[in-house]
């Protein structure tokens, strides 16, 4: 599954020009990336030039348990710098943001989060996104998400 929630109407965020996205996956790796609009979208992932194609594109592991259509929250992210040069969320993607574990001002989901270029953006992939997304539903799960 991919694409886009045909349901939501605001999806006209877009990449307007060159920035560089560093993104800290779940091991604490650092990956600094040069984006060019010209080259967005990358794959068929959340929103074109969100935080997931990106990812998705530079084969940097990032959960998107719904493929990616604001209907999970297995993407969630920490924005760290660039916020501001990133679209407003929407209602859907707040809903959604409101099941995430271990919310912040500064989270976003993947799929929904477009920076347009105007900054350079920093993010961090939490490593208990794995964990969220892996492990089957149920009590055992609910134990790993308070010890992650
Ligand atoms: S992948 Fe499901 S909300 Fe982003």
Do not use: F
């Amino acid at each position: 599954m991919g694409g886009q929630n045909p349901y939501i109407k605001d999806q006209e965020a877009r990449v307007k020009q060159k920035y560089t996205l560093t993104i800290i996956d779940e091991k604490g790796a650092e990956h600094v990336l040069e984006i060019d609009p010209a080259k967005v979208p990358y794959e068929d992932h959340g929103l074109p030039g969100s935080i997931l194609d990106i990812c998705m594109g530079h084969g940097i592991e990032l959960d998107h348990a719904c493929g990616g259509v604001c209907a999970c929250s297995t993407c969630h992210v920490h924005v760290l710098e660039g916020l501001d040069a990133c679209n407003e969320t929407t209602e859907e993607e707040d809903d959604e943001l409101e099941e995430a574990y271990d919310l912040k001002p500064n989270s976003r989901l993947g799929c929904q989060c477009v920076p347009d270029g105007t900054k350079n953006v920093r993010i961090r992939i939490p490593s208990w996104n794995r964990n969220l997304a892996r492990e089957p539903h149920g009590a055992d799960s609910m134990t790993t998400k308070k010890d992650a």
